[in-house]
């Protein structure tokens, strides 16, 4: 059991039967009153995001939230098979469990797999990923004073925006939470 008053960024509990997850948290102490606690948290499930106060004194119980890194080596239809490093099992996850990230992933990158009581509920790409570029227009030199940005499509088939100066073959690396342009792979 974790009490309200001591609510850090990241801790898991469970509410009403469902896992929540501290995102941010406020102790306050008004003038007149009791004290109490302002948190945001977030349902690891759905990803619903709310906010709500509670008194400092109320007990929930803690939520373990199992995170294992898991390489992801291919897809068969709505499958997506990711293989324990240590076991070498392969584990199914279904579609609907990826977020938008995950268009960034290619076959051998290793991802985190967050586990409630047995089940699967999501799959976390690396932060970044160093891609080469499919298809994009020709590049070319100058221009560099605005942002300009042209689309490229990059080897795992999502589309991005990038300079102008980016050709085809170019490596470069990629924020996969952001879907944004960093720079030149240095690899």
């Not at 199992?66 to 390489?71: F, Q, S, V």
């Not at 996850?93 to 290619?106: A, E, G, N, P, T």
């Not at 470069?172 to 690899?187: C, F, H, M, N, P």
């Amino acid at each position: 059991m974790i009490s309200a008053s001591e609510f850090r960024n990241g801790v898991t509990f469970e509410m009403d039967g469902k896992v929540m997850q501290v995102v941010e948290f406020q102790h306050v102490k008004p003038g007149k009153g009791a004290a109490f606690v302002r948190v945001k948290m977030k349902n690891v499930i759905t990803g619903g995001v709310t906010e709500t106060s509670f008194n400092p004194t109320a007990k929930y119980p803690t939520a373990f939230v199992e995170r294992k890194k898991m390489e992801y080596s291919y897809n068969d239809g709505s499958l997506y098979y990711f293989m324990d490093s240590e076991t070498y099992e392969l584990e199914p996850i279904d579609s609907s469990v990826l977020d938008d990230s995950f268009r960034f992933v290619k076959e051998n990158d290793v991802c985190t797999i967050l586990i409630y009581k047995g089940k699967v509920f999501g799959v976390e790409a690396p932060n970044f990923a160093d891609l080469v570029v499919t298809k994009t227009e020709p590049g070319f030199a100058g221009n560099t004073a605005t942002n300009v940005t042209k689309p490229a499509t990059v080897e795992t088939g999502a589309e991005i925006k990038v300079p102008l100066f980016i050709n085809e073959g170019d490596k470069i690396q990629v924020d996969t939470r952001t879907g944004e342009y960093l720079g030149r792979s240095k690899a």
